[in-house]
């Protein structure tokens, strides 16, 4: 369900004088439209960023976040975040909202329903996959693997069944180790996350 933005919201920008909560594209084009003070905080890897952003976006991976959520936090200005489909979005949400930091929105869909929609884009040169599509790559390879294998060792099933339990404790709580661990190869990285330039264009 997505917060209803009034025309009062968006006139004001102190970082509290919004409510925080899911906005859809149509609310985000029509809030850089409406109000220059918006920043938009993308909590996707170096290597997604430099794909696909929008433009006049900010890239903060969701680990570099978690360890500068505090300075995160004291941003004056209404913060939407924004990642590939919604899920590492909502988990930067809940590390900022408990620094303290009020004025949060979450772009529903992120990336993926922002294109949909017909949003800008600024695109790089290197095409990288988003990373959920990477974590459904290598859980399918490693499960397709683990039941091959099973036909001449049967034990390697359970290796197979232990990707499944993982996917659905994936689900249940709503955070994914895999990708953690996929976001940590050269491939994601990118340029290094300049935080304390961010953290100054974010308060200009």
Not at 7 to 20: K, Q, T, Y
Not at 21 to 40: A, K
Request: net charge negative.
């Amino acid at each position: 369900m997505s917060t209803t933005i009034s025309n009062s919201d968006i006139n004001s920008h102190a970082g509290n004088s919004i409510s925080s909560g899911t906005i859809t594209t149509s609310d985000l084009h029509r809030l850089r439209s409406d109000d220059p003070g918006i920043r938009i905080l993308d909590v996707r890897t170096g290597g997604e960023f430099e794909t696909a952003h929008i433009p006049g976006s900010y890239n903060v991976p969701l680990d570099t976040l978690a360890e500068h959520a505090r300075d995160l936090a004291n941003v004056s200005h209404p913060v939407v975040l924004v990642c590939q489909s919604g899920a590492r979005a909502t988990q930067a949400h809940a590390k900022l909202e408990s620094a303290g930091k009020g004025g949060l929105h979450i772009l529903e869909g992120g990336m993926a329903a922002w294109e949909s929609s017909g949003g800008d884009v600024t695109r790089g040169e290197n095409e990288r996959w988003a990373m959920d599509r990477q974590v459904r790559l290598v859980a399918g390879s490693l499960t397709l693997t683990g039941i091959l294998a099973s036909l001449v060792f049967p034990p390697a099933k359970w290796f197979a069944g232990a990707i499944g339990a993982g996917l659905t404790f994936s689900a249940v709580s709503n955070t994914c180790a895999m990708a953690r661990v996929l976001g940590k190869l050269p491939y994601n990285k990118g340029q290094s996350c300049d935080i304390d330039g961010v953290l100054n264009q974010l308060n200009g």
